[in-house]
């Protein structure tokens, strides 16, 4: 692999070099060691791009943007998958330099693609799930448990067991709701309006 200003090879030269060490010893043990390798390097690329998500499958889905040819990867990665899943699988010296060729690309172009070459939609889209995903998700839990316990109250509120502790049931649920529900609100729209002043300023450049 030539080397060329900000390629991956020289951002993590020792790693590429042990794939070039694993691919010469010409065995079918270096072969999938070298691809276990590759891997590896993906992985560190998409940290260090800090591209979210909570496993390696939905950081590739967000990074798509970056690539320029996603198939390719998604060969080399399923190929992967073999070798660490299948003993039996044996693969050969042309099938490997294949695999590695495509992981290669993926890394170049989640490495060297500038900001300004990503659709600002893309850019506000991975800024929400990079600073907003996890928020995003515990929100939508927290919503589900106060619409199962609110229907909890109503149910117990109709039926002559739970008309005695209604009054309490209520109450506290009138404080969920001015307090929790209402921070929450207040939360949500100023996210909105910093999401709509990050759009605009992306729009103006």
């Known amino acids: 692999m030539e080397k060329t200003q900000n390629s991956p090879i020289e951002k993590y030269?020792?790693?590429?070099?042990?794939?070039?060490?694993?691919?010469?010893?010409?065995?079918?043990?270096?072969?999938?060691?070298?691809?276990i390798e590759t891997e590896k390097i993906l992985r560190m690329s998409l940290n260090d791009k800090k591209i979210p998500g909570k496993n390696i499958s939905q950081k590739i889905k967000n990074a798509e943007i970056f690539l320029s040819n996603p198939q390719k990867l998604a060969y080399s990665r399923a190929m992967y998958e073999k070798i660490i899943s299948e003993p039996g699988f044996d693969i050969s010296s042309e099938d490997t330099r294949e695999i590695v060729a495509g992981y290669y690309k993926a890394i170049s172009d989640i490495i060297e693609t500038e900001p300004k070459n990503i659709p600002v939609k893309a850019k506000v889209n991975l800024f929400l799930q990079r600073y907003f995903g996890r928020f995003l998700q515990r929100t939508k839990s927290l919503v589900i448990f106060l619409f199962l316990f609110l229907l909890a109250i109503f149910i117990s509120?109709?039926?002559?067991?739970?008309?005695?502790?209604?009054?309490?049931?209520?109450?506290?649920?009138q404080f969920l709701f001015y307090t929790i529900i209402g921070t929450l609100l207040k939360v949500l729209a100023i996210g909105i309006v910093i999401i709509g002043i990050l759009y605009y300023w992306q729009k103006r450049k």
Do not use: C, H, P
């Open 13 to 35: 030269q020792k790693y590429w070099s042990a794939v070039d060490n694993s691919l010469s010893e010409s065995v079918d043990s270096g072969y999938k060691m070298a691809v």
């Open 157 to 173: 509120a109709e039926t002559s067991t739970g008309s005695s502790i209604f009054r309490a049931l209520v109450a506290f649920s």
